[in-house]
C-alpha cells in the first residue's frame, strides 16, 4: 500500500466570530484562485490569535512550499499549534511528518500515537494509517485482524485509498481471523475471497484510486471471481446507495 499524502486543506469551519470567519473563508477562496500568498496573509493572524483551522492551513502550505518557502520546521510549528487544540486533522500531519521523517527524524512511536488521536476521533485517514503501521508491523507488534477492521472503518467513509487497502486484505485473507484463533483452521483453508476483492477493488478505483498495483488487483481479482463477477454491478448500487454499509465484507 502506497504512502498517502498530507490531508488537503479544511474548506470549512464554525467560528464565534463572522470576522474570523469571512477572514478565514476569504483565504480559502484565494487558495483555490491559486493565489496562495494571499490565503497565507488571510490565515496568519487568524493562526497567531488561536484558531487551530487557520495553524492547520499555514502548517499546509509550508510544507508544500505555497504561497511561502518550504519551512519544515514551521510547518512543525503550526501543526502542534493546531494539535494542541485537538484537531485530528493537525494530529493526522505531525503522524505523517514523523511517518516519513519530514523535517523531523523519523519515529514510528509518535506517528502511531498521533494516528491513534486522529482514528479515535472518527478521521478515516488517521485509521487508515493506524491499520497500515499494524499490518506491516512498522514500530509495533504486527496485528493484521485489527488493520484489516481499521481498514473495513476507514473504507466506509468513502476513503479510496482504505478501500483498495481492505480489497488486498479480502484477496490475500490476511486479518480474517484473530492470531489465537488462526490455530484452529487448516492450512489448507483459503481466506481470501476475489469477490470482495473485486467489490472494493473497484470502489477505490471509482473514487480515484488508480495505480498500477490497484488495476492488477482487480484484474487478478475478476478472474478469480468467475461467474460472480456479473453480481458486481448491482452490488456496487447497493453500496453507495446503503453508504458503504451494506457492502460485502470477510
Given amino acids: 500500500m502506497k504512502k498517502i499524502l498530507l490531508l488537503a486543506l479544511i474548506v470549512s469551519a464554525s467560528f464565534e466570530s463572522n470576522a474570523q470567519s469571512n ?3 476569504a483565504g480559502i477562496a484565494a487558495m483555490n484562485r491559486g493565489r496562495f500568498a ?4 488571510s490565515w496568519l493572524p487568524l493562526a497567531e490569535a488561536g484558531m487551530p483551522e487557520a495553524q ?22 503550526w501543526f502542534e499549534e493546531a494539535a494542541s487544540s485537538g484537531l485530528a486533522e493537525a494530529h ?30 472518527g478521521l478515516a485517514s488517521g485509521s487508515l494509517m493506524l491499520g497500515k503501521m499494524l499490518y506491516e508491523g512498522l514500530g509495533v ?32 485473507g490476511e486479518g480474517v481471523a484473530p492470531p489465537d484463533r488462526l490455530f484452529f483452521l487448516s492450512k489448507e483453508t483459503d481466506l481470501g475471497d476475489p469477490f470482495v476483492a473485486y467489490v472494493w477493488g473497484t ?11 490497484s488495476t492488477q488487483l482487480i484484474r487478478i481479482a475478476k478472474i478469480m471471481a468467475g461467474d460472480r463477477v456479473n453480481e458486481v454491478e448491482s452490488i456496487i448500487s447497493i453500496c453507495l446507495t446503503s453508504e458503504y454499509e451494506e457492502c460485502p465484507t470477510k
Wanted: no cysteine; hydrophobic share 45%; proline share 0%.
Fill in 23 to 25: 477572514r478565514f473563508e
Fill in 38 to 41: 494571499v490565503a497565507y496573509r
Fill in 56 to 77: 492547520l492551513n499555514l502548517g499546509l502550505l509550508y510544507q508544500s512550499g505555497q504561497g511561502v518557502d518550504v519551512d519544515l520546521e514551521k510547518a512543525l510549528h
Fill in 92 to 121: 493526522f500531519n505531525l503522524g505523517m511528518m514523523y511517518f516519513e521523517g519530514l523535517g523531523v527524524e523519523q519515529d514510528y512511536t509518535v506517528s502511531m500515537r498521533e494516528f491513534q488521536f486522529a482514528s479515535t476521533q
Fill in 141 to 172: 507488534e504486527q496485528d493484521k485482524f485489527v488493520a484489516r477492521e481499521l481498514f473495513l472503518d476507514a473504507a466506509k467513509s468513502g476513503l479510496a485509498e482504505a478501500q483498495f487497502a481492505y480489497a488486498v486484505a479480502a484477496q490475500t
Fill in 203 to 213: 470502489l477505490a478505483f471509482l473514487n480515484g484510486y488508480r495505480t498500477e498495483e
